[in-house]
């Protein structure tokens, strides 16, 4: 990380960081990936493979059932199996800390490897995707060999080899952090533990490296860095990329945490929680004395389930409205109680779309208004691609873009006080790819904030300003209506989209009812091949667009490209309604999403052992050389929106080249063979970075 690129030899400074599932190394270095990896591994996998298959059959056969509860069963036994297998790996064969030579410890290697693999293949839904409510993963980071301290602890984020993670009473770890204890290269393994002591508190979408110590009441910043071996005292701030000491706080390791509140939270949360069970269970129950099966029942027990959630949360915040405020909770216990409850019901029963974003870009602005949030109209569809906690301290003018896995964040937490104050993004704004906004800002009408930029507490842009960077600084003047103007809906816009997608669906369905007839499979088995069929000729018509009807290269606005825009826009209609489940939010096994870029038309050979652990937009324009690597939630953007319009340009990543965790690669980017970019940097349009070189920061510069 930063500070190991400053103090090791030239040699060893090509880090791959394995936050995405099987490394990659660059390909003069042989060894990387040996007989053990294509011999032992697939043994492993499909032992477990068969075992849950066998488990499925044999409960089918005892009580013959729906396709869904033999599925259910299945991805049950697998989830259990991989976990004891692994506990069993972990007790006979533990790991240990330090740095291990490849050659000379080739099985401690491997063992992280197989560890590593089986976690993002057969538990990637809650390993990497996080799809559990955060008060739950404590218990499935536990499961995994945590050392997870007692009490209610909030994991918004993703915890890597949690085996070497401790994270103790009261420690609060923010939304989409980070937490890595491993650094891998072509060469080493390093495996150093990291903790995270009572109290403290990791900011949201921050990335901690190996062998960092938090000490306790300490706190690290939103979208900080924190490079390898780093040691924070306890009660101290730091920020930044990389994270730096930036000043002192009252230590909060023995006061207790707004985050919980005491008895409220162990007796009023639990009623109301169950009270909401109960009636979408017995919403479900009526259902299923209808004659519904297991799949359509639960389906409608989750329907009920979120309209009721809906439906309480609006009225809690009618009848006990949130103000903004600085509240700390010796002061204001009911309040600081209010915004938990609030939130453990959104995180809880909402979680897929509050937290996760499983919702079509088209369908998340509604979402966000039933829960409060202010979305004027007019100025037609904006683009909704990230995400807003707290929608009820968020407002959003006409014609606002929230850019691809941006983020609203109206609340911040210390140690013992809970802030609140709206965010505001005025008409015609534009928040980039991948950037935060804190409590309090406001980002003015026509201003733009950059891709991975961090808009700090109170910060307030002034209408049509550029601002870029963590934190975010002025950096130009925008091109007055280029930017949202390609997200302006228009007649032949609604037209084309709604006729492609109703005649896609149309067609899979006819071919769902056609298997029905010869198959006569249930609900959830016809629905699997509805989607099957649906993903399958959404790629072909996204193939003959392509090849018939592209993009070309270039800089296009909805003046003078108002083509090309439309195109665009169009093609990317498909992929984050239809696909946006694999192609926005990366619900496939890293080992698998190669393939999927492939279809989409990436430039990668299948011939060689690919993780990509980011996510890939427009994956045509991208060419991954062989054994690159892209790692834990980073992006590669070949078409950015900026004050010009669209830009669309190609990314081309060499061989053995390495993008680290949350790094954001912009159109025009060539990396060169063997070279190396640091988690949390961005590297801007146009940019090329020599082989062999090491980059990093907002704007990612050389760094050696």
């Given at each position: 990380?930063?500070?190991?690129?400053?103090?090791?030899?030239?040699?060893?400074?090509?880090?791959?960081?394995?936050?995405?599932?099987?490394?990659?190394?660059?390909?003069?270095?042989?060894?990387?990936?040996?007989?053990?990896?294509?011999?032992?591994?697939?043994?492993?996998?499909?032992?477990?493979?068969?075992?849950?298959?066998?488990?499925?059959?044999?409960?089918?056969?005892?009580?013959?059932?729906?396709?869904?509860?033999?599925?259910?069963?299945?991805?049950?036994?697998?989830?259990?199996?991989?976990?004891?297998?692994?506990?069993?790996?972990?007790?006979?064969?533990?790991?240990?800390?330090?740095?291990?030579?490849?050659?000379?410890?080739?099985?401690?290697?491997?063992?992280?490897?197989?560890?590593?693999?089986?976690?993002?293949?057969?538990?990637?839904?809650?390993?990497?995707?996080?799809?559990?409510?955060?008060?739950?993963?404590?218990?499935f980071s536990r499961w995994l060999g945590a050392r997870v301290g007692k009490g209610l602890i909030s994991i918004g984020g993703l915890t890597v080899d949690?085996?070497?993670?401790?994270?103790?009473?009261?420690?609060?770890?923010?939304?989409?952090?980070?937490?890595?204890?491993?650094?891998?290269?072509?060469?080493?393994?390093?495996?150093?533990?990291?903790?995270?002591?009572?109290?403290?508190?990791?900011?949201?979408?921050?990335?901690?490296?190996?062998?960092?110590?938090?000490?306790?009441?300490?706190?690290?910043?939103?979208?900080?860095?924190?490079?390898?071996?780093?040691?924070?005292?306890?009660?101290?701030?730091?920020?930044?990329?990389?994270?730096?000491?930036?000043?002192?706080?009252?230590?909060?390791?023995?006061?207790?945490?707004?985050?919980?509140?005491?008895?409220?939270?162990?007796?009023?949360?639990?009623?109301?929680?169950?009270?909401?069970?109960?009636?979408?269970?017995?919403?479900?129950?009526?259902?299923?004395?209808?004659?519904?099966?297991?799949?359509?029942?639960?389906?409608?027990?989750?329907?009920?389930?979120?309209?009721?959630?809906?439906?309480?949360?609006?009225?809690?915040?009618?009848?006990?409205?949130?103000?903004?405020?600085?509240?700390?909770?010796?002061?204001?216990?009911?309040?600081?109680?209010?915004?938990?409850?609030?939130?453990?019901?959104?995180?809880?029963?909402?979680?897929?779309?509050?937290?996760?974003?499983?919702?079509?870009?088209?369908?998340?602005?509604?979402?966000?208004?039933?829960?409060?949030?202010?979305?004027?109209?007019?100025?037609?569809?904006?683009?909704?691609?990230?995400?807003?906690?707290?929608?009820?301290?968020?407002?959003?003018?006409?014609?606002?873009?929230?850019?691809?896995?941006?983020?609203?964040?109206?609340?911040?937490?210390?140690?013992?006080?809970?802030?609140?104050?709206?965010?505001?993004?005025?008409?015609?704004?534009?928040?980039?790819?991948?950037?935060?906004?804190?409590?309090?800002?406001?980002?003015?009408?026509?201003?733009?904030?950059?891709?991975?930029?961090?808009?700090?507490?109170?910060?307030?842009?002034?209408?049509?300003?550029?601002?870029?960077?963590?934190?975010?600084?002025?950096?130009?003047?925008?091109?007055?209506?280029?930017?949202?103007?390609?997200?302006?809906?228009?007649?032949?816009?609604?037209?084309?989209?709604?006729?492609?997608?109703?005649?896609?669906?149309?067609?899979?369905?006819?071919?769902?009812?056609?298997?029905?007839?010869?198959?006569?499979?249930?609900?959830?088995?016809?629905?699997?091949?509805?989607?099957?069929?649906?993903?399958?000729?959404?790629?072909?018509?996204?193939?003959?667009?392509?090849?018939?009807?592209?993009?070309?290269?270039?800089?296009?606005?909805?003046?003078?490209?108002?083509?090309?825009?439309?195109?665009?826009?169009?093609?990317?209609?498909?992929?984050?309604?239809?696909?946006?489940?694999?192609?926005?939010?990366?619900?496939?096994?890293?080992?698998?999403?190669?393939?999927?870029?492939?279809?989409?038309?990436?430039?990668?050979?299948?011939?060689?052992?690919?993780?990509?652990?980011?996510?890939?937009?427009?994956?045509?324009?991208?060419?991954?050389?062989?054994?690159?690597?892209?790692?834990?939630?980073?992006?590669?953007?070949?078409?950015?929106?900026?004050?010009?319009?669209?830009?669309?340009?190609?990314?081309?990543?060499?061989?053995?080249?390495?993008?680290?965790?949350?790094?954001?690669?912009?159109?025009?980017?060539?990396?060169?063979?063997?070279?190396?970019?640091?988690?949390?940097?961005?590297?801007?349009?146009?940019?090329?970075?020599?082989?062999?070189?090491?980059?990093?920061?907002?704007?990612?510069?050389?760094?050696?």
């Amino acid at each position: 990380m930063a500070a190991s690129f400053a103090r090791t030899p030239r040699r060893a400074r090509r880090r791959l960081n394995p936050g995405a599932g099987p490394m990659a190394k660059p390909p003069s270095s042989p060894g990387f990936f040996t007989w053990r990896d294509y011999v032992l591994t697939p043994l492993v996998e499909l032992a477990l493979l068969a075992l849950s298959a066998g488990a499925a059959i044999a409960l089918h056969r005892w009580r013959p059932s729906e396709f869904f509860v033999s599925a259910v069963v299945f991805y049950g036994t697998l989830m259990a199996s991989t976990a004891a297998f692994l506990a069993a790996l972990r007790r006979g064969w533990p790991f240990e800390e330090g740095r291990f030579p490849v050659r000379e410890r080739p099985w401690i290697f491997y063992r992280w490897k197989l560890h590593n693999f089986l976690c993002m293949t057969n538990l990637f839904l809650h390993y990497q995707n996080s799809l559990l409510p955060p008060p739950v993963r404590k218990f499935f980071s536990r499961w995994l060999g945590a050392r997870v301290g007692k009490g209610l602890i909030s994991i918004g984020g993703l915890t890597v080899d949690p085996y070497l993670i401790d994270i103790e009473e009261g420690a609060l770890i923010g939304h989409e952090a980070l937490l890595i204890p491993n650094e891998v290269s072509a060469t080493h393994l390093t495996l150093r533990r990291i903790r995270v002591q009572r109290g403290a508190v990791v900011g949201a979408r921050c990335v901690v490296g190996p062998g960092v110590e938090i000490g306790a009441g300490a706190m690290v910043k939103a979208m900080s860095w924190v490079p390898e071996g780093t040691r924070i005292l306890p009660g101290e701030v730091w920020g930044g990329v990389p994270a730096k000491k930036m000043g002192e706080g009252a230590p909060g390791g023995d006061e207790g945490s707004c985050f919980f509140t005491g008895w409220r939270d162990w007796v009023l949360t639990p009623l109301v929680e169950t009270g909401l069970l109960i009636l979408a269970g017995t919403g479900a129950w009526g259902v299923a004395r209808l004659g519904a099966g297991v799949f359509i029942t639960s389906i409608s027990f989750y329907v009920l389930l979120v309209a009721a959630t809906l439906a309480f949360l609006a009225g809690l915040r009618a009848f006990f409205p949130f103000r903004e405020g600085a509240f700390r909770f010796s002061e204001h216990p009911w309040v600081c109680y209010r915004w938990n409850l609030h939130g453990f019901l959104c995180i809880t029963n909402l979680f897929l779309q509050y937290q996760n974003g499983l919702l079509p870009a088209p369908v998340r602005r509604w979402f966000c208004r039933l829960l409060g949030a202010r979305v004027r109209a007019g100025g037609g569809m904006r683009s909704m691609s990230g995400l807003i906690q707290d929608p009820f301290f968020a407002a959003l003018g006409p014609g606002s873009v929230i850019a691809h896995d941006a983020l609203l964040l109206p609340h911040a937490l210390t140690s013992d006080t809970l802030h609140l104050r709206r965010v505001v993004v005025e008409e015609g704004a534009v928040i980039g790819p991948r950037a935060l906004v804190m409590p309090g800002a406001r980002v003015g009408a026509g201003a733009r904030v950059g891709a991975l930029s961090l808009v700090t507490t109170g910060t307030e842009i002034p209408p049509g300003e550029i601002w870029r960077g963590i934190p975010a600084r002025p950096s130009g003047q925008a091109r007055p209506g280029a930017a949202t103007g390609v997200f302006r809906t228009e007649g032949r816009d609604v037209l084309w989209s709604a006729g492609l997608l109703v005649g896609l669906m149309g067609a899979a369905a006819g071919s769902a009812f056609a298997v029905r007839g010869i198959w006569a499979p249930d609900p959830f088995a016809g629905l699997l091949v509805f989607y099957a069929g649906l993903v399958v000729l959404t790629l072909g018509v996204l193939k003959i667009m392509r090849t018939v009807w592209p993009v070309p290269i270039g800089v296009h606005d909805s003046r003078g490209g108002a083509v090309a825009v439309f195109r665009w826009r169009l093609y990317g209609f498909l992929c984050v309604t239809v696909l946006f489940l694999h192609y926005q939010n990366g619900l496939l096994p890293p080992v698998f999403r190669k393939v999927f870029l492939w279809t989409l038309g990436a430039r990668v050979s299948l011939a060689d052992v690919l993780s990509v652990g980011g996510t890939v937009l427009d994956p045509h324009r991208v060419s991954l050389g062989r054994l690159a690597m892209l790692g834990l939630d980073s992006l590669a953007l070949p078409v950015d929106v900026t004050e010009e319009g669209i830009v669309v340009g190609t990314v081309d990543i060499g061989a053995g080249a390495a993008v680290g965790p949350r790094s954001v690669v912009s159109p025009g980017v060539v990396i060169g063979a063997g070279a190396t970019i640091a988690p949390l940097s961005h590297v801007e349009r146009g940019t090329r970075v020599p082989p062999g070189e090491t980059w990093a920061g907002v704007p990612a510069r050389r760094v050696s």
